[in-house]
């Protein structure tokens, strides 16, 4: 153990980011971030439309980029010392495969074709495939008594993995006709690694198959295929090609191939843990234990809570609106509820290049200002109105925003829904309005957490990771207020990552479970956010002001499907 390492590699958005990690402690010997150079360029993307895919030889050749760049980091010696790996994503973020279980954009014919590429999270296109699900689920429910939302929700929402398949077999039948079935990124990238692409060779994930793919243990697996039959045809076979079997990211997904162990230079054969999302393993990474409820903020946001799962408990508490409860998704033996916002900094981040526009569009200041200090003007955005907005007085009118610009992932998953900004006047100036944003994504995340509360499950501690969380005082203090709670940031600004090194330390048998791995390899708090009281009653109000819009304006605010 002394001189074990242990790797994490954390799919996002917009990268991977790669550590390197002392299995005794949790230190971070390095870590190396590579971004995807198709996706930055903006490639196979139609915002306009929700259309948002990845090539996956963005995702190889960054994992590659990174984890070389990690190991020269930490030494010469570094790689010899590795004993296990493990992945994290976004998610759910499917793609097509072949018999063999290679995402069909690697096949000559398809890779230009965004059909065959992986379905990013927030890929949005399949609305309507999301809609005629939640319609047959419940007449399958009328009809059997069988009810396959209750464990995501009540909801099915286009951000996920069924939604997804069906919306891709619509739009290209030649994807269609070439798909013999469909892989999860964080099951892939594992099963890559190891050498166990194949679909009956996959050891998928709980969390992945839970939380978005309708997987259950009461259901014996995935729903029945007759319920498939009723929304696709082909969703049978696809079915039949996942198995029924899903496993906990403290196991191995097998082992690292000759092949990835000469690209990545590190030892063959040792272990692969099986994958999950993001936000799950970031929660081990930020210290979660029973009943704290870690908040992922970045360009979403994930909330994850763990609860008991006794063994005398005739029933797992249900709790309508959310991401999915799972057994196992984070910690082996506890059930994990996941809700989320659709877009947090993703709304900063609209506000930013809609104040930025005239330095990139007009034809006058492009020919005054080189892109230097063009982009220099445009990084200072921010940090700019974070300023003056915290110099606002409390009691300084500010609009009532609803946060729902990328949609509402939870509580009730609607896709279809788009963002408000009301009570603007000729006094509403920018710092303003970010202050007003910054409170939207405040609301939308109280609403999540009286939703938790209303339906029985505790909420002790309040932990926030991510990027948002380390950055940002005005939006870390703005949620402490509305929430009512103290919020604790995890030390380790790669949180997500350093989970992955957890549960790549469990699976390589340097820990006999995750929680002996948190306890010694995590990284503690070195900030907190305690609630300010005239703050908040001051958002108790204005809460309520939130509330009472949405409910006002929901059915008439959705996109055109």
Known sequence: MEDALVIGADFGTDSVRTVVVNARDG???????????????????????????????????????????ALTEAG?????????????TTGSTPACTDAAGKPLALKVEFSEDPDAMFVLWKDHSSLAEAELI???AADWKTKTGTDYLQFVGGIYSSEWFWAKAMHVFLSSPKVAQATKSMVEHCDWIAACLSDSEAPQSIKRSRC????KGLWHQSFGGYPKEEFFETLDPRLPALARSLG??????????????????????LPLGIPVAVGAFDVHMGALGGGISEGQ???????????????????????????????????????PGQLAYEAGQSAFGDIYAWFKRLLSWPLENLSLVNASLSLKDREAIIDAIIPSLEAQALKLPLEEPVPLVLDWFNGRRSPDADQGLTGLISGLNLASDAPRIYRALIEATAFGSRAIVERLLTHGVAIDAVIAIGGIARKSPLVMQTLANVLGRPIKVAACDQACALGAAMFAATAAGLYPNVEAARDAMNQG??????????????????????????????????RTI
């Open 27 to 69: 230190s971070i010997c390095s870590q190396a971030v590579a971004e995807y150079p198709r996706w930055k360029k903006g490639l196979y993307c139609k915002p306009e439309r929700q259309i948002y895919r990845q090539h996956p030889l963005d995702y190889l050749e960054s994992l590659q980029k990174a984890v070389s760049q």
């Open 293 to 331: 409820l870690v908040k992922v903020i970045g360009t979403s946001s994930c909330d994850v809570i763990c609860a008991p799962l006794a063994a005398n408990q005739k029933q797992e508490i249900v709790v309508p609106g959310v991401c999915g409860q799972v057994d196992g998704s984070i910690i």
């Open 76 to 88: 010469e010696d570094s790689a010899r010392r590795v004993r296990g790996i493990a992945i994290d």
């Open 208 to 211: 992945a198959a839970g939380h």
């Open 134 to 136: 939640n319609q047959k």
């Open 525 to 558: 708090f070195d900030l907190e956010f305690v609630p300010q009281a005239p703050a908040v009653a001051h958002y108790q109000k204005h809460y309520l002001a939130y509330t009472k819009l949405a409910q006002a304006i929901e059915n008439n605010t959705r």
């Open 244 to 265: 029924t079997q899903t496993y906990t990211s403290d196991q191995v997904a097998g082992y690292l191939s000759k092949t990835w162990a000469g690209s990545l230079g």
